[in-house]
C-alpha cells in the first residue's frame, strides 16, 4: 500500500522508500520518513499530506506519497 | 591567545539561531556564503584565554547535496580549518537529529554536541544518559535550554575542552565496513577519516589505477550486502543513530497532551487557517503602523522643533556663515534626520516579521497557500520568501534556499522585489498622509498591486519560459515556541542597525551630493538655476505622461536607486530648501524645550501603547498640524494623482541597488538587468494608465 492511500490517523509502518534520484525523496527519507519507521497520516490540506514521524511532523505532496511504501 | 574555529550545525528548527544569538550578543554578523545566496551568519567571542570564531552553517538534515544549502556546509566542513564541529540537536527528535550528527562524527573532529530544548524534552519523559553518551562517542555533550538561556555559558568551556584534549570521537561502523575502510587507507597509504574514506568510496580519486582499485573495494562491499553503495552507508549511518539512541535515550511516558496539535488543528484548517492567516496579516500591519506612527511623530518633531533651532543656535553663536546652516538644516536634519524619523516602523515591522520566522508559524503559511499557489502552477514554499520580502527584499531573496527546484526559485526571485518593502512604504506613508484622506486604504492597495504585479510575472513566466509539471512539497512543520525577547531583540537590532548605518553613511552622503547640486554653480539665485534642477528638467519629458513634471520629483528618482527611502530624503533636502524661513530660532528656550520635548516623549509612548489595542487602524488618522511645513510644500508640487504615480513607480521598479545586486549574484547579470529594464516598463505603464483613467474621472 502507498502512504496515499492510507485513511487519516491510521498508524502504518513505512516499507520501502524507492531509491530514485529524487532529491525531495532523500529529504524526506534524512527528515526521518524512513523504513521502519511509524507514520500517521493527520490531514490533507489541497494537495498536500500532514504526516507524523515519531517525533517529528512533516508534510509531503500526493506525488511524493504515491513513491512511499506502507504496511 | 588561542583561535578556535567552530562550525555550528544542526537541522533546522532546533535552536540554533537562538544558541548563536546568546553566544554572540550583539558580535553577530549577518553576511552571505561566498557565490551563493545562502545567509551566513558568524561571530567572534572573547572567552577566557580564547578567541572563538563560530560560523553558523545553514540548517540541513543531511551532508547529500541536495540544495545549496547542504552544498555550502559540506564545502565548509571539508575545506575549511574547522576545529570544533558544534552539532545542535533537538533532545525530543534524538534519534531523527542523530542522522546528521552520525554524518558529523565522520569528520573525526572534536565535537560538542548541544542537547537543547532540554526542557520540554523532560516534560515528554525523556531523559539523556549525559556521561554514557559523552563516554561511548568520545565527546562533550551539554544540556541546554537555549529559549531560556540556560546552559549556554556551559558551551564555550566545552568547546574549549574538546580543542585543548584534541578529543577526536570515535564512531564504529559494521565490521565489513571498518575492514573495506582500513583496506582503503592502506592503498592510499594514508589515514582516512570515516568522512574521507566514504567519499572516495563513492566518488573514486583522480588516479585511474588507484581507482580500480577502489572500484573493487566497492564492489566487495556491494557483494556483501547485497545493496548498492549509496544504500549500505545510508543503512548504516540509520542504524548507528538508531543505536546510539537506544543506548542513552529514556523515554518514560507517553504525553498526550500537545500545544502544537491543538493550535495545528486551526490554524492548520483549510478554511479556518487561511481566515487565521488573514487576521494575522492584518494585526501584523496595524501593529506595526499603530505602534511606531505616535514615536516618529516624536521624532519629527523632535528634530524640526528641537534641534533644528538649538543648531542653528549654536551654529549663530559660532559666527557660522548662513550656507553652514543651510548645511545643517537642509542636508543634515532635512535630509537624513527625515529618513531616521522612520526607524520606530522599521524596528517594529522587523520585530512582529521575526516573532513569525521564529515561532514556527511561516512553514503552516507555506501549507495553507499552496492551494491557492498551485493553481497558478506555483509552489507554496514561495510564500516564505515572498513574506519576508515585505521586511526586506534582500534577506527574501537569500532565503529562497528553501526552494529545492531552480526553477521555482528562478520564479521566486522575479516576483520578491514587488513586494513592498518598509523602504518603499515610507514613501507611501509619507505622500499618502498627505495627498489622501485614507491613506490606510492607498497603502493597502499599493501592497496588493505589487502582490498582483508579482503574481502576472510569476503567471508569465510559467507559461512561457518555465512550463512544466509542479514541484514537489516536502517541508518539516516544527513545533510551536514562543521566541525568546532578547533573541527578537538581537535579530531586529541587526536590521535596524543597518538601516541607520545607511542613514549615516549613503543617505547622508546622497544628501550632501543632493544640497550640493542644489546650491551649485555658486551664486545661484535660486534652486531652479541649479544643477539638480538641470538634471531634473532633462528627465521631465520622460516623466511627465505619468504626471511627474516637477523637477524635484524627477530628479529625487535617481539618488533614489541606491534605496527608495532616499527618494524622500532628496525631496526633504530639496523641499527644506524651499521652507527653510520658516524654521524659526529666536525665542528658543533651551530648558523649556527639554522638558516639552520629553513630555511628548512620554505621551507618545502611551499612544503608541493604547493605539496597539483598539480594533481601527489608527495610524495616519489625524494629520499633525505641527509639522505640515514639509507637507504643504510637496502638496503644491504634486496633485494626488502625480503622488500615486511617483508611489507606484517606485513600488514597481527595482530602485534599489542592493535588490539588484544580490540578484545579480543569484540568478546572473543579463537576467538581472533585463527584469531591472522589465521593472521599470512595467512601472511606467502601469502609472500612465492608472494616471490617465484617473484624470477622466477627477
Known amino acids: 500500500m502507498k502512504i496515499l492511500e492510507v485513511p487519516e490517523n491510521k498508524e502504518v509502518i513505512v516499507k520501502k522508500i524507492p531509491n530514485i534520484d529524487n532529491p525531495f525523496l532523500k529529504k524526506v527519507e534524512a527528515m526521518g520518513l524512513k523504513k521502519g519507521e511509524k507514520v500517521k497520516v493527520l490531514s490533507k490540506v489541497g494537495r498536500n499530506l500532514v504526516i507524523s514521524v515519531e517525533g517529528r511532523k512533516m508534510v509531503i505532496d500526493e506525488e511524493l506519497a504515491k513513491e512511499i511504501e506502507v504496511e | ?698
Not at chain 2, 614 to 633: Q, Y
Request: glycine residues 6%; neutral net charge.
Open chain 2, 1 to 698: 591567545m588561542k583561535e578556535i574555529t567552530v562550525a555550528l550545525i544542526g537541522n533546522p528548527n532546533v535552536g540554533k539561531t537562538t544558541l548563536l544569538n546568546l553566544l554572540a550578543g550583539t558580535d553577530l554578523k549577518v553576511g552571505n556564503w561566498p557565490g551563493v545566496t545562502v545567509e551566513k551568519k558568524e561571530a567572534t567571542i572573547k572567552y577566557k584565554d580564547y578567541l572563538i570564531h563560530i560560523v553558523d552553517l545553514p540548517g540541513i538534515y543531511t551532508l547529500e547535496p541536495l540544495s545549496e544549502a547542504e552544498e555550502v556546509a559540506i564545502n565548509f566542513l571539508e575545506n575549511e580549518k574547522i576545529d570544533v564541529i558544534l552539532d545542535v540537536i533537538d533532545t525530543q527528535n534524538f534519534e531523527k537529529n542523530f542522522f546528521l550528527t552520525t554524518q558529523l562524527l565522520e569528520f573525526e573532529k572534536p565535537t560538542v554536541i548541544v542537547l537543547n530544548i532540554y526542557d520540554e524534552a523532560q516534560r515528554k519523559g525523556i531523559s539523556i544518559n549525559i556521561p554514557f553518551l559523552e563516554e561511548i562517542l568520545n565527546i562533550k555533550a551539554v544540556k541546554t535550554i537555549a529559549r531560556k538561556g540556560e546552559g549556554v555559558d556551559k558551551v564555550l568551556d566545552a568547546i574549549i575542552q574538546v580543542y585543548e584534549k584534541q578529543q577526536i570521537p570515535s564512531i564504529k561502523y559494521e565490521q565489513k565496513i571498518e575492514e573495506i575502510i582500513s583496506r582503503l587507507s592502506k592503498l592510499l597509504n594514508k589515514k582516512l577519516t570515516k568522512h574521507e574514506a566514504i567519499k572516495i568510496l563513492l566518488y573514486g580519486v583522480k588516479d585511474r589505477d588507484l581507482n580500480n582499485k577502489i572500484e573493487e573495494l566497492r564492489r566487495e562491499l556491494e557483494r556483501f550486502y547485497g545493496e548498492s553503495l549509496e544504500d549500505i552507508i545510508k543503512d548504516e549511518r540509520f542504524g548507528f543513530a538508531h543505536g546510539v539512541t537506544k543506548e542513552v535515550v529514556k523515554k518514560e511516558k507517553e504525553q498526550k497532551y500537545d500545544i502544537t496539535e491543538l493550535l495545528d488543528t486551526f490554524l492548520l484548517h483549510p478554511y479556518i487557517g487561511i481566515g487565521i492567516y488573514v487576521f494575522i496579516m492584518f494585526l501584523l500591519f496595524k501593529v506595526a503602523f499603530d505602534f511606531s506612527s505616535p514615536l516618529m511623530d516624536w521624532l519629527d518633531g523632535f528634530l524640526v522643533e528641537f534641534l533644528s533651532p538649538i543648531l542653528v543656535n549654536i551654529l549663530k553663536t559660532l559666527n557660522a556663515s548662513d550656507l553652514i546652516i543651510n548645511f545643517f538644516t537642509e542636508a543634515v536634519i532635512g535630509g537624513v534626520g527625515f529618513v531616521l524619523t522612520f526607524v520606530p516602523l522599521i524596528a517594529v515591522l522587523f520585530f512582529l516579521m521575526t516573532f513569525l520566522e521564529m515561532s514556527g508559524y511561516l512553514p503552516r503559511i507555506a501549507v495553507l497557500m499552496d492551494r491557492f499557489m498551485e493553481k497558478l502552477g506555483l509552489h507554496g514554499s514561495m510564500v516564505i520568501p515572498l513574506m519576508l520580502g515585505f521586511g526586506c527584499n534582500v534577506p527574501a531573496i537569500m532565503a529562497t534556499r528553501v526552494i529545492e527546484d531552480k526553477r521555482d526559485k528562478f520564479i521566486v526571485i522575479m516576483m520578491i522585489p514587488f513586494m513592498t518593502c518598509p523602504a518603499r512604504l515610507i514613501v507611501f506613508a509619507f505622500f499618502a498622509s498627505v495627498f489622501f484622506d485614507n491613506p490606510v486604504i492607498i497603502i493597502m492597495a499599493l501592497y496588493l498591486l505589487g502582490i498582483i504585479v508579482g503574481l502576472i510575472t510569476a503567471f508569465f513566466l510559467k507559461k512561457t519560459t518555465f512550463k512544466g509539471k509542479l514541484t514537489h512539497f516536502a517541508l518539516e512543520l516544527p513545533p510551536y515556541r514562543i521566541p525568546t525577547l532578547k533573541a527578537l531583540l538581537s535579530v531586529t537590532w541587526i536590521h535596524t542597525k543597518g538601516f541607520i548605518y545607511r542613514a549615516g553613511t549613503v543617505i547622508f552622503a546622497i544628501s550632501i551630493i543632493v544640497w550640493g547640486l542644489l546650491n551649485l554653480p555658486p551664486n545661484i539665485k535660486d534652486q531652479s538655476q541649479s544643477y539638480a534642477a538641470k538634471i531634473g528638467q532633462v528627465l521631465v519629458p520622460v516623466f511627465e505622461p505619468i504626471g511627474i513634471d516637477d523637477w524635484r520629483a524627477t530628479a529625487s528618482l535617481i539618488p533614489a536607486f541606491l534605496a527608495r527611502e532616499i527618494a524622500l530624503s532628496a525631496l526633504g533636502t530639496m523641499y527644506y530648501a524651499e521652507v527653510k524661513e520658516e524654521i524659526k530660532s529666536e525665542n528658543f528656550n533651551f530648558k523649556e524645550e527639554i522638558i516639552n520635548q520629553t513630555k511628548k516623549l512620554f505621551i507618545s509612548i502611551k499612544d503608541a501603547t493604547f493605539s496597539v489595542f483598539s480594533i481601527k487602524i489608527k495610524a495616519f488618522e489625524v494629520a499633525n498640524e505641527e509639522f505640515e511645513t514639509l507637507r504643504n510644500v510637496v502638496k503644491a508640487h504634486f496633485t494626488p494623482l502625480s503622488a500615486l504615480s511617483y508611489m507606484i513607480l517606485l513600488l514597481i521598479y527595482t530602485s534599489c541597488v542592493a535588490t539588484v545586486a544580490v540578484m545579480i549574484q543569484e540568478i546572473g547579470k543579463k537576467y538581472a538587468l533585463l527584469f531591472l529594464g522589465y521593472s521599470f516598463v512595467l512601472a511606467w505603464s502601469i502609472a500612465f494608465i492608472i494616471y490617465n483613467v484617473g484624470k477622466l474621472f477627477m
